[in-house]
């Protein structure tokens, strides 16, 4: 069972105005860049202030980030806006949702 850091952890950490691991992607998602065809659908998971789900939105992808944070969520879409793409985003606890399928 996971027992690491709570929303309120995350909202502290995305509450400052930089954001806290920048705005570019993670070098290992941009390596996978030849596997990326526009308008394949994505799900990017702990997505937190958006740097991976914007970038991946910019290769033309249609994208739903998720994360524990809504205030990740909200600079995650000020950066989506700053980058001109669409980026959906959904506030979500994937270990709650998790550990109720995996109950039934």
Known sequence: MFTG????????RYGE?????????????TEQQYWLKPEMKTLVVGDGEGRNGV????QGLDVLSIDLSPVGLAKAQAL???????????????????????SR
């Open 5 to 12: 850091h709570n929303s309120q952890f995350w909202d502290d």
């Open 17 to 29: 105005t930089n954001y806290a691991y920048g705005t570019k992607p993670n070098r290992f998602l």
């Open 55 to 58: 970038w991946l939105a910019t």
């Open 80 to 102: 989506a806006t700053q980058q001109q793409v669409q980026l959906q985003t959904r506030c979500a606890d994937l270990t709650t949702i998790i550990l109720s399928v995996a």
